[in-house]
């Protein structure tokens, strides 16, 4: 059966269209693809390349044709650039070898949304989108993208993925996060306000397209969202990916509760200097932030140690980022001790390969019928939707669970 499976998706061309398709992250997603297409690079980095993996089928990286949206005037070749030039990362072969490659991509990039104050607009460039602001307009426009990606490139599936930058918080009145007011306000004239993730997982769910939300921001994590995609049979996932300082706690936090130590205090300080830090840097993107990574201790050690999370914008770091962690713990006869830890990554690089494993087992969800919230890719997020585990040894089992339940 599975041999009668791969034989099904060999020639399956699914679209993978990213929310940020000038960052970091989604280029060096793209760069990756192409690399492994062209056996240029290791399977470092990427899970679904364990062995365990093989025993479902998984699309093939040469199956993935990529495209998106990006409310910047930018290219994939200026950020292939910025990350070699500013960050030491990437070859300048991978940046020529692939130009005609990028070119298609290029051709599949079309300005994305901002909303401000309830009202919706796009960048105005040579592609540039600008209607009444309506969110049945705005919805209309991503579908209609969306629909043209997918004609263009005779996909037969489009994986939905949010890169974009962190969002400030923002509170929805309960009748309008209820499915009904959702559903009333996307198909009128309505300037109700919704950040842009919620209108970008509204529009993707809608049209019948699996979503990932690799950012703090509210996406999917909404009720009417939710029920959208039990109606239309879609799966979707989130949120923030886990690649630094949480994945630690993640993993160190089980330690201690297995050992009886007591936690007093956690204090976590991460600096960065990309676009993303610049973002931060804004005191209302970095509580969104903040609130994501805040859950991990409590809910592992099953108390609330004293616990700072601190982010600090570095210009010169460019795209590295850099965490110190202080432990304060009280060990046996109540002596107190302390572990500290620095974690220093390349932030586009950390995510990169998540965001292709999450496209390949979302992609999978969706050919086996599942929607609704993927809690089994959990071990990915730092704020699983709709799961409370967050101990990353037990989020994995659940996974590795997954996979050997789908083993044919």
Known sequence: MQ?????KIKDKKTGVWLIGAYGGISVCVIAGAMALRAKKCSANGLVTELDIFKKIPLLPWDNLVFGGMDIRKYSIVDTLKELHTNASVLSHDMITDYNWQISEVEKNIYPGIIVNCGKAITETSDKSFVKDGHLSSLVAYIQDTLEQFKKNNSLDDIIV?????????FFIPEQYAAYEGMKSAFSSNSYEKYPASVVYAWAAIDAGYPYINFTPSQGANIAGIKQLAIERKIPYSGNDGKTGETLLKSVLAPMFLLRNLEVM??????????RDGLILNDPENKKTKIRSKANTLDKILGYKPHSKVSIDMVPSLNDWKI???????KGFLDTPMTLQFMWQGCDSLLAAPLVLDLIRLLEFSHRHGEFGAQTQYSCFFKDPLECDEFDFR???????????????
């Open 3 to 7: 041999q009668n499976e791969l034989q």
């Open 161 to 169: 993925v949010n890169i974009s930058s962190t969002e400030p918080e």
């Open 265 to 274: 205090s956690w204090e976590g300080y991460n600096i960065l200097g990309n």
């Open 323 to 329: 965490a110190w962690d202080f432990i304060h713990f």
């Open 394 to 408: 037990l989020q994995f089992f659940n996974l590795i669970n997954y996979v050997s339940s789908k083993e044919n």
